[in-house]
């Protein structure tokens, strides 16, 4: 039940009423000290929450998961592994099956942005931040140029649907504006906000507020793409251009195949409504998602979710039984996505304590030292078991994973290991084109030149040297 804009939408007795049936009024105990601009504000935030929703997850009734239940049935997922086995089909007719959805426009790509780089020590949209080892392109960039280079090679135009969040789409937008899009065409970039949640207190499920005329609110989670794809007339717009699928990253893996021709085509042959793309864990309790399959449904159990002993299990080759690392790839029917949005309960909420500074009964902000609210938020890889078909395709992690989470210094996903993978990737393709190339040299190609290894022998003279004291980036040109 979310509260009417009817009437007078700032009458204090309406919405107390309609507060106290949840206990919720507690919300208005600043009222008669804000303006009618920032009651209106209030009175809006509250009208976009389903208060029934949001007392059933507070009260907890919503449907419990025990993952160690389902960590004890799981097994390896139906997947191509990144050697070619484990599909009916080959890889290069799966590529082919890609190339042609390509050429005939079938592909849009999202982009989920709405993280900022606070953990890098970085106070713009993580999509702002430079990660080229050689050019210092944004990871904006990044993911244009790929994007372009597609179009450019396969003859389509795909549409770039970019979800940003309340911290990052003003910021993102003037980006954009700033840099022509990027090389983007306006009629085919759609920059539009994901929703949020209330935060609650951990204790008493009393609503917190983050300031006397504002509720404390935070994004829904990356799930919550479905809905504001559809909220926002994203599935429309790509249904009317002729769009089956989707391919979805997030902008904080530079290596991400953004529209990937072979990808898409194990995607097609499949005839699967949602595809993840994966990597093989380097040890049992790596920080990713882990992609199974449960009573013939694949799905995640989060690593926090994973008991140690299912973690470690491993097969009669010492290889891990749950082995399939989510990296957040993947590619979804659209039809399939219209129809989630159709039913908005489909998707889970998942729970998270957090410290989430709060306005006491004072108006004064409290900033609490320990966790002291619970925040709600849907994932999008939640969608496996209810699609028709999933598949998992595995890749290697040098050619397809390396994200930008923590700031250089930190033992994992830092910049600095980012910038390395990208630069030894695009080495190991100088090679393979015959250009000898020294240790430590860095190299950067850009999409635009070439989109893989084969894309730049076909570009290059063979027999070049790349020593220490040059670097190989967008300059490199296509021989006359």
């Not at 022509?180 to 306006?186: H, K």
């Not at 219209?338 to 900033?367: N, T």
């Amino acid at each position: 039940m979310s509260l009417p804009l009817t009437d007078n939408l700032t009458s204090y007795d309406r919405l107390n009423e309609l507060l106290a049936e949840f206990g919720q009024q507690h919300v208005l105990r600043h009222w008669a000290e804000l303006d009618d601009v920032q009651r209106e504000t209030l009175a809006s935030q509250l009208n976009e929450i389903d208060l029934t929703e949001l007392t059933r997850l507070i009260s907890g009734k919503d449907k419990n998961t025990d993952f160690a239940a389902l960590a004890m049935r799981a097994s390896s997922p139906p997947a191509v592994r990144a050697d070619g086995s484990g599909a009916e089909w080959p890889p290069a007719q799966a590529r082919q099956r890609g190339e042609d959805a390509l050429r005939k426009g079938e592909l849009g790509a999202v982009i989920v942005a709405g993280g900022q780089g606070t953990r890098l020590g970085f106070d713009q949209p993580k999509g702002m931040f430079p990660i080229g080892p050689v050019s210092g392109r944004t990871l904006f960039q990044f993911f244009a140029d790929r994007l372009l280079a597609v179009n450019e090679k396969y003859g389509c135009r795909i549409p770039l649907y970019i979800m940003t969040s309340d911290a990052t789409d003003q910021q993102t937008r003037e980006y954009f504006a700033a840099n022509n899009n990027l090389g983007v065409p306006d009629e085919d970039l759609y920059i539009f906000k994901q929703g949020v949640m209330p935060a609650v207190d951990s204790v008493t499920g009393e609503l917190l507020l983050q300031s006397p005329s504002s509720l404390a609110l935070s994004p829904d989670g990356h799930g919550g793409t479905v809905s504001a794809l559809d909220r926002c007339g994203c599935l429309t717009d790509a249904a009317s251009r002729g769009i089956a699928h989707l391919a979805y990253i997030q902008v904080d893996n530079p290596l991400a195949n953004l529209c990937e021709p072979e990808l898409i085509g194990h995607h097609l042959m499949a005839a699967s409504e949602m595809t993840t793309q994966v990597v093989r864990k380097r040890y049992p309790m790596e920080k990713v998602g882990n992609v199974v399959l449960v009573d013939g449904q694949v799905q995640i159990i989060e690593y926090s979710d994973l008991p140690t002993p299912a973690a470690e299990a491993v097969n009669e080759d010492g290889s891990l039984k749950l082995w399939a690392g989510n990296i957040a790839v993947h590619l979804f029917n659209v039809d399939f996505l219209r129809g989630v949005a159709a039913k908005a309960g489909l998707l889970p909420f998942h729970r998270a304590l957090k410290k989430v500074p709060y306005c006491d009964e004072q108006g004064q902000l409290v900033s609490p030292d320990q966790p002291n609210a619970t925040k709600f938020e849907r994932f999008i890889f939640d969608l496996l078991p209810i699609a028709k078909n999933a598949f998992v395709v595995e890749s290697l992690a040098s050619e397809a994973f390396a994200p930008v989470k923590n700031a250089d210094g930190s033992p994992t996903d830092t910049p600095n290991a980012a910038k390395k993978a990208i630069a030894d990737l695009h080495r190991e393709w100088l090679e393979q084109a015959g250009v000898c190339v020294d240790q430590g040299v860095q190299v950067e190609i850009n999409s635009k030149l070439a989109l893989s290894s084969d894309d730049l022998k076909g570009k290059i003279r063979t027999n070049l040297r790349i020593d220490a004291d040059r670097y190989f980036d967008t300059r490199l040109e296509s021989p006359e």
